[in-house]
C-alpha cells in the first residue's frame, strides 16, 4: 500500500513539472523514462511530447512540435506559429515560418502561384526570403531547379545570411515575361533577372545630341552627348554628320546657299560654296523655296545666284521654307513618336520623328504632338502601347470583358 501511495505521488508532482530528471531514478523497473532530458527543468512551460528515440521532450510553445534542443524538430519553440506544419508565407521579416529555410514562400501543389509566385511563372520572387541564423551553414535546397535553353534555372539563392527568390517581377498583370533566363528585351527592364539592364550586345542603339532641332547630331559628340538607348531619347538622333550642332540651317540636309558677304558649308559636305558659280550674269532660277527668283550676279573674281526675290517671311512650322534660306522649319519641331489609334501611347521600339507642334489645347496632352502622335516615349511596359490599331486597349485602362 505504500509503495503505490508513493508511485501515486511522484507521477503527480512529475506531470507538475516540479522534477528535474537527468538519469533513470534508481530502481526503475525498466518502464518508459517520463522525464528523460536535461533540458527539462522547473521553470519550463509546456507538454510532454514524445520523440523518435521513445523519449519525451518539452513543447514550450504547445503547437505539437517540442524543440530541437532536446530531439524535436520545432526551430522556435517560443513561437505556435513557427513549426514544421505552419504555412510559410513570403514576407518582408525573413521569419522561417515552415522550419525549412528552402521554403521562401507558400506555393501550391504544383509548385506554382501561392504568394510566392503571383505571375505563375515557376520562380518565387525575390521579394520573399529566409534569413539565416548568424553563423548557420547555409542549407543546400534540394529544390529542382527549372531548365530553360539547357540552363539550370534555380527558383531560389542560397547566401551567407538568406535564402531569397529570383524572380525580379513578380506581378500578376505584366511579370509573366520577365524571370531567370528570359530573353532580355531592349526596354530599360532586367528582363532575365540578372541585375543587369539591356546588357545584351548589340540590344541598345547608339543616338546622338542634336542641340539645334535640325535632325543631325554632332558629328564631333562625345560623353554625355551620347547615348545607348532602345530608342532615342528626348533631343537625340542616329545620325551624327551636323558640323554645326547650333545652327538648324547647317546640316547635310540643308542647300548650300550662295551667299557672298560669307564662306559657309551649308550642306557639311566640306566644301563652302560649291555650286555657286552660275554660267551667265543676269540669268535667273526659281528659289529653292519654289517662290520668286534669284539671279547671277558678279561677285569678286566670279559670279554667283543673288538672293531671291521673294518677300521674306519668318518661318513657320508648315513644311515651307518661309523665309527662304533654303531650310524648312529650322528649330521649329519638336520630336514625337507615332501613335496611329491616337491613345497617347506609342508601340514598343518605335522611333522619335521631328513634327510640327500642336498648340490646340486638346494636343497639350500629348506634348504638343499632332494626331496620330505622342510625346510619351515607348521605354517600358507602362508606357507602350500592346496594340496600336485599337484606341480602347492601353496601359492603365480599365478591363473590359471582352476576351
Known amino acids: 500500500m505504500h509503495t503505490q501511495r508513493l508511485q501515486k505521488t511522484l507521477t503527480i508532482v512529475a506531470s507538475l513539472g516540479l522534477l528535474h530528471c537527468t538519469a533513470p531514478m534508481p530502481g526503475d523497473d525498466g518502464g518508459p523514462d517520463v522525464l528523460s532530458r536535461a533540458d527539462v527543468s522547473t521553470d519550463r512551460v509546456g507538454i510532454d511530447v514524445s520523440i523518435a528515440d521513445g523519449g519525451t521532450c518539452v513543447d514550450t510553445d504547445n503547437d505539437g512540435h517540442p524543440a530541437v534542443e532536446c530531439g524535436g524538430d520545432d526551430c522556435n519553440d517560443s513561437n505556435p506559429r513557427i513549426n514544421p506544419s ?51 551553414t547555409p542549407p543546400v535546397c534540394s529544390a529542382p531547379p527549372l531548365t530553360d535553353g539547357g540552363m539550370s534555372l534555380p527558383r531560389v539563392r542560397v547566401g551567407d545570411s538568406e535564402v531569397r527568390g529570383t524572380d525580379c517581377a513578380d506581378s500578376a498583370a505584366n511579370g509573366g515575361t520577365r524571370f531567370p533566363g528570359a530573353t532580355e528585351q531592349c526596354n530599360n527592364l532586367d528582363d532575365d533577372c540578372n541585375g543587369n539592364v539591356d546588357e545584351t550586345p548589340g540590344l541598345r542603339s547608339t543616338y546622338y545630341r542634336d542641340r539645334d532641332g535640325d535632325g543631325f547630331g554632332d558629328r564631333n559628340a562625345m560623353g554625355p552627348d551620347i547615348a545607348l538607348a532602345c530608342s532615342p531619347p ?38 563652302a560654296e560649291e555650286g555657286c558659280g552660275c554660267p551667265s ?30 518677300t521674306v517671311s519668318p518661318e513657320v512650322c508648315d513644311g515651307i521654307d518661309n523665309n527662304c534660306d533654303g531650310s524648312t522649319d529650322e528649330a521649329l519641331t519638336i520630336l514625337c513618336y507615332p501613335d496611329n489609334d491616337d491613345d497617347g501611347f506609342a508601340v514598343m521600339g518605335a522611333v522619335s520623328t521631328p513634327v510640327c507642334p500642336d498648340a490646340s489645347p486638346a494636343r497639350v496632352a500629348r506634348g504638343r504632338c499632332p494626331v496620330r502622335f505622342t510625346r510619351l516615349a515607348p521605354m517600358t511596359a507602362a508606357t507602350s502601347d500592346c496594340d496600336d490599331g485599337a484606341p480602347a486597349r492601353f496601359p492603365g485602362n480599365s478591363e473590359a470583358c471582352n476576351g
Open 234 to 271: 528626348t533631343g537625340y538622333v542616329s545620325l551624327n554628320t551636323d558640323c554645326n550642332d547650333g545652327n538648324a540651317m547647317i546640316n547635310p540636309g540643308a542647300r548650300e546657299v550662295c551667299d557672298p558677304m560669307g564662306n559657309v558649308d551649308e550642306n557639311c559636305n566640306g566644301t
Open 281 to 310: 550674269v543676269g540669268t535667273s532660277r526659281p528659289c529653292c523655296s519654289g517662290r520668286g527668283t534669284e539671279t547671277c550676279t558678279m561677285s569678286g573674281p566670279g559670279s554667283i545666284w543673288g538672293a531671291c526675290t521673294a
Open 86 to 136: 505552419a504555412r510559410e508565407v513570403c514576407d518582408g521579416m525573413g521569419t522561417d515560418e515552415d522550419c525549412n529555410p528552402c521554403t521562401v514562400a507558400e506555393v501550391t501543389p504544383t509548385n506554382r502561384g501561392g504568394d510566392g509566385d503571383a505571375d505563375e511563372d515557376g520562380f518565387l520572387s525575390n521579394q520573399c526570403f529566409n534569413r539565416l541564423a548568424a553563423g548557420a
